[in-house]
């Protein structure tokens, strides 16, 4: 199977939903996984705005990369540019790749706004994420 681990600073939010999305949407052709470089605790607006679309990831908890160092990975995407800069390096033929987003935790404004802004990075991860994986998978089959 396909594995990919997304990697973002806090692993709080993007990388959180981007795993819960990718595990739903490509179930049993992709196992996704995430973990941040300063790992703090999965924001309860991201467990919000995942549970609206019917995908569970209240279970989920914030990882250090260095918890999944048994990992192999054929693909690292890192959703933030503080993830990017701190990448650490994979061993043999993994792949690194950004595929940016801004942070929805630092969204200001009502609540409404602010889950408004989850919401895109929701929907803008699942579509990047989603053709960008399909492409993947397509070139890993030939």
């Known amino acids: 199977m396909y594995q990919v681990l997304f990697?973002?600073?806090?692993?709080?939010?993007?990388?959180q939903m981007a795993e819960g999305l990718v595990n739903h949407d490509?179930?049993?052709?992709?196992?996704?996984?995430?973990?941040?470089?300063r790992p703090s605790r999965v924001n309860p607006r991201a467990i919000q705005v995942m549970s609206e679309l019917g995908i569970d990831i209240s279970r989920h908890y914030s990882k250090s990369v260095d918890d999944l160092a048994g990992e192999q990975f054929d693909l690292?995407?890192?959703?933030?540019?503080?993830?990017?800069?701190?990448?650490?390096?994979?061993?043999?033929e993994t792949e690194v790749m950004h595929?940016?987003?801004?942070?929805?935790?630092?969204?200001?404004?009502?609540?409404?706004?602010?889950?408004?802004?989850?919401?895109?990075?929701?929907?803008?991860?699942?579509?990047?994420?989603?053709?960008?994986?399909?492409?993947?998978?397509?070139?890993?089959?030939?």
């Open 7 to 15: 990697l973002c600073t806090e692993n709080a939010c993007r990388s």
């Open 26 to 37: 490509l179930a049993g052709q992709v196992k996704a996984f995430s973990a941040g470089v």
């Open 76 to 92: 690292v995407i890192t959703v933030c540019d503080q993830a990017q800069q701190q990448c650490p390096i994979f061993p043999g």
């Open 99 to 142: 595929v940016g987003f801004p942070d929805p935790a630092q969204a200001t404004g009502t609540e409404a706004e602010i889950l408004t802004v989850f919401r895109w990075v929701r929907d803008g991860l699942r579509k990047r994420l989603g053709h960008l994986l399909q492409e993947k998978l397509r070139k890993h089959r030939e």
